[in-house]
């Protein structure tokens, strides 16, 4: 929600009119509060990814047991941690970063805040989708998360038991 210059009544953030006085909003006024809207996402997720990334980079590394052939490999998180990533894709959505997720596995992402995000932010909504999936910081052989630009429709990352591509 924002606040409308002219009546200060509290109105819709993409709101191009006001509902009550009708004031009209000019293209620099909602170019700004776009250009807001997309660092305000990214420096939500910094705060949240810290503690996200220090929880996955405890997984990193745990050799699968190779004794155990052919069930599934297990859920090396617990549910509570599980949880918190669920929290931080939530934060994705609210921020704007995230704008769709048609399947579990794949998320839509708006274009600019993506190109906006650090590296390590876009490793941690692979990961944080992977560990609400699988239980585990990667997933599983054969299976993958895919993340593609909402308006673009290009793929802009792939995250797969062989790693993160952000080709
Ligand atoms: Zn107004």
Partial sequence: MKRCPGCRERIQDRAAICRFCRYEFSEAELEGEARQRRINAVILLVGAGVIVTALLSDR????????N????????LSQAERDLCTR???????GGLVMRR???DKLEVEDEVWAAAPAEVKRMLAQAVACEIWGQSMPPDLESVVIYGY??????ALLSAAGLDLG
């Fill in 151 to 156: 308006r673009s429709g290009k793929r802009v």
């Fill in 88 to 94: 931080f894709i939530a934060r994705a959505v609210e």
């Fill in 102 to 104: 048609p399947k579990p």
């Fill in 60 to 67: 990193r590394g745990s050799a699968p047991d190779a004794s």
């Fill in 69 to 76: 052939y052919g069930p599934p490999s297990q859920p090396s």
